[in-house]
């Protein structure tokens, strides 16, 4: 005897990314990792030297990430006087992350932070990560990020595609008498 209600269908789930299943145990044993290592630095040298050293990691790395921002900042400034588009990288996002890791605290993230304040160390992994942009670019297929200007659209609640512009009331100006007022001004407190 059936009583008419039937369960909903519920497809099923995607599958998680492998990133997405490894990444929190991975972060997960970097902070265990940092944090032995840590107390075993401060076994053999005192908790003065692990100290001073993660205060000088701090200070070490707010000073690439200032320097690497005033340098991009500088290159912007100067390609926009001459009237041309910014030059791609320079190495600065490289030296923000070299100085962002400098900043965390722990010996691993430093060791790899003054890694990538290295020239050689940057060019290779600028390149490296050059290459797998382009790659998964040229992967993406629709319904990615390399559709994503064409899914900006306004779609109505049957599915069909509605293109074109949006044209405020106060931007013609009104039959109220106030036609040849223009826009109004914003409300202020």
Known sequence: MTTGASTPFHPARPRRSRLRT???LGVAAWLVLEI???????GAAG????FLLLVAGLVLGSVVIKRAGRRAFQNLNEALQRGTPP??????????LGGLLLILPGLISDALGLLLLLPPVQKAVGRSA???????????GPGSLGDVFQQARMRRPDGKVVQGEVIRDDERGSDAGDAGAGPRPPLTR
């Open 22 to 24: 490894a990444l929190p």
């Open 36 to 42: 032995w290592l840590l107390t075993v630095v401060a």
């Open 47 to 50: 908790g003065v030297t692990v």
């Open 87 to 96: 030059s791609r990288g320079g190495g600065n996002g490289l030296m923000m």
């Open 130 to 140: 050059e290459r797998v942009v382009d790659r998964k670019l040229r992967e993406a």
